[in-house]
């Protein structure tokens, strides 16, 4: 029984799909079937069943993705001890990255990154900052760099790295772009654009209108904010973005009200780090 075996089941349960395993591991749907039926095979169990054009997983897969993972983790933290005894910084890094700072701030220090230390495999993924970081804290992910969640978790390490400033935007031609002096309580008569109310940006948004008693009129929710810009973009409402995304299609609103939140990158100091984590930590700082 090899590791790549495991490493593809616990590919198909995240993904429920062979073929996004398959895409994700860069290998063959066939190379990602085989190893499933080698782990069958050898437990003497079924793991997935055919679901339509997809699978299912079993019982036994789930009662067994916990326990592979925690030793995948462990086998991890083994090799992360031995290159730190020996001083390398190689092996594979994985990481985190929301999209919109792995597209607006992390090219720049990634390629630096990986121009010192080629015999790093840099493993990134781009996923919301909500969900990087919980998989920080179960351990998928060595490092993460996200917008800091405004109650952090007292096991993880933040250390911010960007302010990054929020403003409130429309369409030229919205009838919010005409006024002046706005206020919050001139907003709600109007349709709002607002991420998931699960996410950070939109904790932060929300919890100010709280303040004054206010509740925004959400038409739509929407994760990645380049979608909500171009939604803004076409006068379907009001939003509230990084004045990073600013461009000749918003424009933001005439009001005296400032809001920020804070990017950065989080990681467990309860587990092994490695030398490669290390590095770019302190690369980072």
Do not use: C
């Not at 993904?15 to 398959?22: C, E, K, M, P, V």
């Not at 290998?27 to 055919?50: C, M, N, W």
């Not at 020996?86 to 720049?108: D, E, M, N, Y």
């Amino acid at each position: 029984m090899n590791l790549a075996a495991f490493e593809a089941f616990v590919k198909v349960m995240e993904t429920g799909s062979i073929s996004l395993a398959a895409d994700q591991l860069f290998i063959t749907q066939p190379a990602v079937t085989k190893r499933i039926h080698s782990l069958e095979d050898y437990f003497g169990v079924k793991l997935f069943e055919s679901a339509g054009r997809g699978v299912q997983a079993t019982h036994a897969a789930h009662s067994l993705l916990p326990k592979v993972k925690n030793w995948l983790n462990e086998l991890g933290d083994i090799h992360h001890t031995l290159s730190h005894e020996q001083g390398q910084v190689q092996g594979k890094l994985k990481i985190g990255t929301s999209h919109h700072i792995g597209l607006h701030h992390l090219p720049h220090h990634l390629r630096n990154y990986v121009q010192h230390f080629p015999q790093v495999t840099l493993d990134v993924h781009f996923v919301d900052s909500e969900q990087a970081h919980e998989q920080v804290l179960a351990g998928d992910l060595e490092l993460a760099f996200l917008t800091l969640p405004p109650q952090g978790d007292a096991r993880l390490k933040y250390v911010t790295l960007w302010n990054d400033p929020l403003v409130f935007v429309a369409a030229p031609f919205h009838p919010l772009a005409q006024k002046k002096n706005l206020k919050l309580e001139d907003l709600i008569a109007y349709p709002s654009l607002l991420p998931a109310a699960q996410t950070y940006t939109s904790q932060i948004t929300l919890a100010e209108f709280e303040k004054q008693g206010l509740k925004p009129k959400i038409t739509m929710s929407n994760n990645p904010l380049e979608s909500i810009r171009m939604l803004v973009s076409i006068g379907l409402g009001w939003s509230v973005l990084p004045q990073t995304l600013l461009n000749q299609d918003l424009q933001q609103l005439d009001i005296s009200f400032e809001m920020n939140r804070q990017l950065g990158m989080v990681w467990h100091p309860g587990r092994t780090q490695s030398k490669a984590v290390l590095e770019l930590i302190e690369m980072m700082k």
